[in-house]
Structures are given as structure tokens and as C-alpha cells.
């Protein structure tokens, strides 16, 4: 790896035509994620992919003049300070805020590239050149916002909200409601059976907690498991399991915690009416995010609570 103050003119040509190839590439890439979701966004940074086939093509010009035709590979990799990227295909899916705020990065990391290799420049067309290309590296965040301007229009941008609402209830909402009615609803048969057969409320408790955390882990696994996100559009796997294995054991942990008091009776209660408290959020959640309903999610999120409830309590007293 070799430090920056060493390169030559020459190898400073010669790295910044790779950074344009490497910026306009990485370009090419949102864009062509973001087009099917996000068509206005997509066109906004295919016209910069195009800003940097510019820059690319004068700097190609530029080092033929001065240079000849052979122009060597200098990667940013081989030389010292340079933010290191992970390539945009071992990071996606990237969220639209993530990939805005990385092409940020991008241009500030470019400007100052160009503005430090300008001020080791002898010859006043290099120099010239470089500094030309700083500054419209530094506007290119006033030309980005610019364009989305022109190219987001009021209802492109109505439909990039509701794709991006759409992708963060598939990715996001539809797994954690999964793991949440499956831990709130499943664990209440071994958790009420266990505390009305023993009337010991560790019992209870020990019992609420194995069931939560196996029921977390299991579908956990089963979630991550079940598809790769490619075909379907639900994320990545093990986040979608993540999400689906945590708000599973927290669903049947929160009526489970309430058998930490002695009192049984007390701790009975508490836990029917934390269980209520779930029943009445999850019945929240399907109505604003799932379009279900009010009455019908109701009662069809009550209905499956007062089975399993009615189920543990009568195979505890059995």
C-alpha cells in the first residue's frame, strides 16, 4: 500500500480515473436496485452516474495528453486513506436513507481527494482539471437535491412513500407481528396450565420462561429458514429471524414476568391483564399496518387468546 504524498502526477491521474469508474459503477448499482420501488429516485442517480462518465472522459483525455496511451490500475485499496467500502452487492438490501447518506460520503470523500491532489500538482493543466472536478464534486449534493426536485415530483414521491411503507411492512412489520402473536398467544396454555396446576408461581414462572425462549428460538430459525428475501422482497433472512425469534420470547415473556411475585393470586392477575395489554396491541398492529378491520382483528386476535387461555387453565386443573 503506498502513501498519497508519494504518487506522481502521473499515478494521481491515473487513481482518480478509477475512482470515477468505481463512483459511476456503485451509481449504476442504485439505480438499478431502487428502479423497480423507487423509479424517480433511480433516474435521480442514474443522471450522476452520468456526472461521473463525464468526469471519467476528461480525465482520460487529460492523461492521454501527458502521458501516452497505457494507463496503469491504481485502486483506492492500494492507497492509504481511503474510507474502505463493502462492495454494494455483500450490502444490500440497502434502505433508501442508507444509500442517500452513503452517496454523501461519496462526494465528500471525492472533493477532498481532488482538493489534495490539486495542491500537489505541478502542471497547470492538472491542477486546473482537479480543481475544476472539486468543485463540482462539492456541488453535486446541491445538483442531487436539484434533481430530485425535477425528477421526484409530488406524486412520484406519494408512490415511493407507499413502496417504501409496503417494504417496511413485508421486512419488518409482518415478521415481528408473526413472532408477537405466536409468542403472546402460544405460550398461554404451558404458562396458566403450569401456575393452575402447581400454584407456585416459580413454577409458573420457569415453565413461562423455557416456553418463551424455546418458542423465540424455534421461530426464530423457522423465519430465517423459510425464504432468502431474493424472490420475495422480505429482507435479509437472519434479520427477518432475528426480528421474529425476539418479539416471539417478548411476547411470551411479558405475561411470564408477573410469576416473579410470591402472591399467586396476585401474580394470576397481573398476567391476565397483561395478556390483555398484548391481545389489545397486537389487534393494534394488524389493524394499521395490515388493513384489518378494527372489529374483525378484534376478534380474531381475542378469540385465539381466550382458546389457548381456556385450554392451559383447563389442563392445569385437570
Excluded: C
Aim: proline share 3%.
Amino acid at each position: 500500500m503506498r502513501d498519497f504524498n508519494s504518487l506522481s502526477q502521473k499515478e494521481i491521474l491515473a487513481l482518480a480515473i478509477s475512482l470515477e469508474e468505481e463512483d459511476e459503477r456503485i451509481y449504476s448499482d442504485f439505480s438499478e436496485s431502487l428502479r423497480e420501488n423507487f423509479p424517480g429516485t433511480a433516474r435521480v442517480f442514474e443522471e450522476m452516474r452520468h456526472e461521473e462518465v463525464g468526469h471519467r472522459r476528461r480525465l482520460i483525455e487529460l492523461y492521454k495528453q501527458k502521458f501516452g496511451e497505457h494507463i496503469p490500475l491504481i485502486r483506492r485499496q492500494d492507497v492509504r486513506g481511503f474510507v474502505q467500502r463493502k462492495p454494494i452487492w455483500l450490502n444490500t438490501p440497502l434502505r433508501l436513507e442508507q444509500i442517500r447518506a452513503q452517496v454523501g460520503a461519496m462526494e465528500v470523500e471525492t472533493r477532498r481527494f481532488y482538493e489534495r491532489a490539486a495542491t500537489r500538482a505541478q502542471d497547470a493543466g492538472i491542477r486546473q482539471l482537479l480543481d475544476d472536478l472539486a468543485e463540482e464534486e462539492a456541488s453535486h449534493v446541491e445538483r442531487a437535491t436539484e434533481l430530485e426536485k425535477t425528477e421526484l415530483k409530488p406524486e412520484v414521491r406519494e408512490e415511493e412513500d407507499r413502496a417504501k411503507r409496503r417494504l417496511f411492512v413485508l421486512q419488518i412489520v409482518q415478521p415481528g407481528l408473526a413472532g408477537l402473536m405466536d409468542g403472546s398467544v402460544s405460550t398461554l396454555a404451558p404458562v396458566f396450565a403450569a401456575a393452575f396446576a402447581t400454584k407456585n408461581t416459580w413454577d409458573a414462572f420457569a415453565v413461562g420462561l423455557a416456553a418463551s425462549l424455546g418458542a423465540g428460538i424455534s421461530m426464530g430459525f423457522a423465519e430465517a429458514l423459510s425464504d432468502d428475501g431474493s424472490l420475495t422482497g422480505r429482507g435479509t433472512p437472519w434479520i427477518r429471524g432475528l426480528i421474529t425469534g425476539s418479539m416471539t420470547a417478548l411476547g411470551g415473556v411479558g405475561h411470564t414476568l408477573p410469576y416473579l411475585m410470591h402472591n399467586f393470586s396476585v401474580a394470576t392477575g397481573v398476567a391476565i391483564l397483561v395478556v390483555i395489554v398484548e391481545l389489545a396491541v397486537i389487534t393494534w398492529l394488524r389493524h394499521r399496518f395490515m388493513d384489518t378491520p378494527p372489529l374483525s382483528a378484534a376478534l380474531q386476535v381475542a378469540l385465539g387468546g381466550a382458546l389457548v387461555f381456556i385450554t392451559g387453565i383447563l389442563i392445569g386443573n385437570s
